[in-house]
C-alpha cells in the first residue's frame, strides 16, 4: 500500500479538492511502546506521557472531512516541519487555494 499511496492520494485529492477550495490539516501524536519503529523518537508529547517514543502523523482532509492525505514523521518533528511539502499529493497550489491549519493541540 505504501506504494499505493502517492497515485491514492493524487486520486482522492483530484476527486475532493479544486482550486480556491479550502483544506483541512491536522498534525497529531502517539506514544509508543517498543523499540523496532524507526520513526518513533523522543519528541512533544500531546497524550502527556513524557519521556515516552513518539510518532508524529499529520492528516490533511477536504472540507467535508474526507480524508485526502496522511503523512507519518519522526516524533521529533516539529508541527511547522510537518508543512515542508503540503502539495505533494497533487492538490492545488498554494497560491490557488485557501488552507486552514490547526497546529495548536
Known sequence: MLARQPAIEAALAKRHL??????????SSRYMEG??????QRGYS???????????YGLL????G???????????T?????????VRIG??????QTAA???AS
Do not use: H, M, W
Request: with cysteine; net charge negative.
Open 66 to 76: 474526507c480524508p485526502v492525505a496522511v503523512e507519518v514523521f519522526e516524533g521529533n
Open 91 to 96: 492538490a492545488p497550489a498554494p497560491t490557488d
Open 35 to 40: 523499540r523496532c519503529c524507526p520513526l518513533a
Open 101 to 103: 491549519f490547526d497546529l
Open 18 to 27: 479544486t482550486s480556491g477550495t479550502l483544506v483541512l490539516y491536522d498534525v
Open 61 to 64: 482532509c477536504a472540507p467535508d
Open 78 to 86: 516539529g508541527d511547522p516541519k510537518t508543512l515542508d511539502d503540503p
Open 46 to 56: 500531546r497524550d502527556g506521557r513524557k519521556a515516552t517514543l513518539q510518532i508524529v
